[in-house]
């Protein structure tokens, strides 16, 4: 056949088409066939194993280059039993289930997981359902693959050999066929023929009677890829006729995939699983696998890649990652810039479009007429109105009902839609055709990750221009702040920074505490012609007014206050000044002496800091003991002599963590206004250092109540 194939698939066919004559062979023993042509049973042998190989053998999706072969790249997909299609939830222990998970993943069922070599090797009968790009397809042709190889061994072993060839190696001795049920758009099926032609096609002698005879005698292993991509007119003939060829020739091994939001218990014999997304595990080897199949230099990628993406920043992104198919964009994207796109926005702007339109158009899959009333754009705005009113009410699980009613709202506004389509329409084509809602369990829904929901919040303020209406209702309001951030990356940048710093302004020139801080602050800080420097040097002193209030006896009433210390050496470090500070739980002489020195170079005090020098070398280090508050007390002691030379009365602070809320709120707020400034696709340099000099602004101060 005249087929090129790289040396990965070469290495792959010669090793298949051994084991595949061994298999045949034996299999022709067991049922009586003659093998009287034994070189041109081998050919026919070659011929069906480079075939295979060809079509199923590799992977080339969303504008890759080149292939991948998925002896490289593949993961073993891990399943998990479909709790939605037999079981009642509220929306309050779906709720309750997500936030015991601690992460932003909506799955919460994916509990008790096999690994998919597993289930194929135990159930004869296999249907296995997941979301777009989960990696169903994909696992269908892999255990194809994994049929050429029953006779190889493990590379390891968990356990005993057993129960390690069931979990990572396919065991049982047949001939695949894969079959794509979107052909038969126009034709009837038949999988007798499919398998005869398919035969005749590789030069098998008498492919009729060869295809029977290993039916027959249950050696084939037919796998039937995307059950939700028959169009509905030919539904129900290809289910009879799959159930029928099923009971027939029952001895033979199946494997049929379906999304999971179409199917709807078609195959009573069927054991149904659903796959889970990618644990941590799973998205590190498939990173790894991905970029060794580079040059060397990009194999230390898949670490630059890895370090990325399980940054804390990244967290939207690790989301994603969690489906097979957005796994792979983000490692094209990484591929192209070697980091992760800073601008979010954009990459989930064109992950949705995968979800929308992208990914059923380079699979082909049969989409229904409806798209003719309801286009992309369209589409986008109504998800853009459902995923707002879902938001601001703090919903990330609602009820189909209440779906349904979000989506005749939208519909009703519009004279071309309302008489031409039903909101259940319009849900099915969301459900199932492009994967962006999902049903969690029944009746009850979600978006398909957080991310896709936030994004589309952050569209409809930026479809609508209304960026004041956003930073006004939605600044100070920390579980809004993936918005703000998404939102900065897919609209005018500088409105948001020109609002967001004016809100701020005014919130802390109302506020007796700040005025007074950052009037001590900067009349100790010697002022030079750049604003983003003097900002960061104001922002670093609060350092030491948070590592004070840490070693209170009053930070219990602040949750995790002591993390809180951290936030102003993240604000410089965003803006390029990295201080090589130490946040010292312990702290003495030595340490005291030592931030004195880093504080009076990096701000340079307009105060002579000798005295205080002295004054700290005076002092004697208290023993640590074991007893409650020992250390806060040295520590609270060290802190008080910077603070003191700083000019702060630390009588102030009497009130602790509750007082000094105003200030962690106001970091946070500059911390989250930079990142939506690194967010931004173009930000004008000399309006940014106006925006940084207004932060600066400084206020009156007037008698403060102590």
């Not at 470090?573 to 312990?586: E, Q, T």
Request: charged share 25%; with cysteine.
């Amino acid at each position: 056949m005249d087929i090129n194939f790289d040396s990965a698939q070469i290495s792959l066919i010669e090793s298949a088409i051994k084991y595949t004559f061994e298999n045949f062979t034996n299999i022709s023993k067991k049922i009586g066939m003659k093998v009287s042509d034994k070189i041109k049973f081998e050919k026919a042998i070659r011929n069906y194993v480079e075939n295979y190989v060809h079509r199923n053998g590799s992977i080339k999706i969303l504008g890759m280059t080149k292939p991948i072969s998925l002896k490289d790249l593949y993961i073993n997909l891990e399943t998990h039993s479909p709790t939605n299609l037999n079981k009642y939830e509220s929306i309050n222990s779906l709720e309750l289930s997500y936030k015991n998970e601690n992460t932003r993943r909506l799955n919460v069922h994916s509990k008790n997981r096999r690994s998919g070599v597993e289930v194929a090797n135990c159930d004869k009968y296999l249907c296995v359902l997941g979301s777009p790009g989960s990696g169903k397809t994909t696992f269908l042709k892999k255990m194809g693959i994994e049929s050429f190889f029953v006779k190889t061994k493990p590379f390891f072993l968990i356990g005993n050999k057993e129960e390690s060839d069931l979990k990572y190696n396919y065991v049982h001795e047949c001939i695949p066929v894969f079959i794509e049920l979107k052909q038969f758009k126009y034709e009837n099926i038949n999988l007798i023929e499919i398998i005869s032609e398919e035969f005749e096609n590789c030069g098998f002698p008498d492919p009729d009677k060869t295809a029977i005879s290993f039916l027959t005698n249950g050696k084939m292993l037919i796998l039937l890829d995307g059950l939700d991509e028959v169009p509905n007119d030919k539904l129900n003939s290809i289910i009879s006729h799959v159930k029928n060829f099923s009971d027939k020739y029952r001895n033979n091994r199946f494997i049929i995939s379906c999304r999971t939001a179409f199917y709807r218990s078609y195959f009573s014999v069927f054991n149904v699983v659903e796959v889970s997304d990618f644990n941590d595990e799973q998205i590190i080897h498939f990173a790894q696998n991905w970029f060794s199949n580079k040059t060397s230099t990009e194999v230390e990628m898949s670490e630059r890649f890895l370090s990325n993406l399980f940054n804390k920043e990244y967290q939207s992104a690790l989301e994603l990652a969690r489906t097979p198919l957005l796994l792979t964009f983000l490692c094209l994207s990484f591929e192209v810039s070697d980091q992760l796109p800073l601008k979010r926005g954009l990459l989930y702007k064109r992950s949705l479009g995968i979800y929308l339109e992208k990914w059923n158009l380079e699979k082909g899959v049969f989409v229904e007429s409806i798209h003719k009333y309801l286009n992309v754009d369209l589409e986008l705005d109504m998800l853009s109105e459902i995923a707002l009113a879902l938001y601001k009410e703090e919903k990330i699980f609602f009820s189909k009902m209440e779906l349904i009613k979000l989506i005749s709202i939208f519909l009703s506004k519009n004279e071309k839609l309302k008489d031409e389509i039903g909101p259940s329409q319009v849900l099915t084509s969301l459900e199932v055709h492009k994967g962006i809602f999902v049903e969690r369990t029944i009746d009850i829904y979600s978006f398909c990750h957080l991310t896709i929901q936030e994004y589309l919040v952050a569209h409809y303020f930026q479809s609508k221009n209304i960026t004041d209406e956003l930073v006004d209702g939605y600044l100070f309001n920390p579980k809004w702040n993936e918005i703000l951030l998404l939102f900065s990356g897919i609209s005018n940048s500088d409105q948001v920074l020109r609002f967001s710093v004016n809100s701020l302004n005014d919130y802390s020139s109302k506020n007796d505490m700040l005025i007074h801080v950052f009037f001590v602050i900067d009349k100790h800080i010697i002022q030079e012609d750049n604003e983003v420097l003097n900002f960061s040097r104001r922002v670093f002193i609060t350092i030491f007014l948070l590592l004070y209030v840490r070693d209170s006896n009053e930070t219990n009433k602040m949750d995790n206050f002591s993390h809180f210390e951290e936030i102003p050496l993240k604000i410089m470090k965003r803006l390029g000044y990295d201080v090589d500070f130490k946040l010292y739980k312990n702290l003495n002489r030595k340490r005291t002496v030592s931030i004195l020195q880093q504080l009076q170079k990096f701000t340079f005090l307009s105060i002579d800091i000798v005295p205080i020098l002295k004054k700290v070398e005076m002092e004697e280090d208290l023993k640590i003991s074991g007893m409650p508050g020992s250390r806060n007390k040295q520590n609270r002691r060290f802190i008080n002599l910077v603070l003191e030379c700083l000019g702060f009365d630390t009588k102030f602070f009497s009130f602790g963590s509750v007082r000094m809320k105003p200030l962690i709120d106001y970091l946070q707020i500059c911390d989250l206004i930079i990142r939506c400034k690194q967010e931004s696709i173009i930000v004008d340099e000399v309006n940014w250092r106006l925006y940084c000099k207004k932060l600066l602004s400084n206020f009156e101060e007037h008698p403060m109540s102590i």
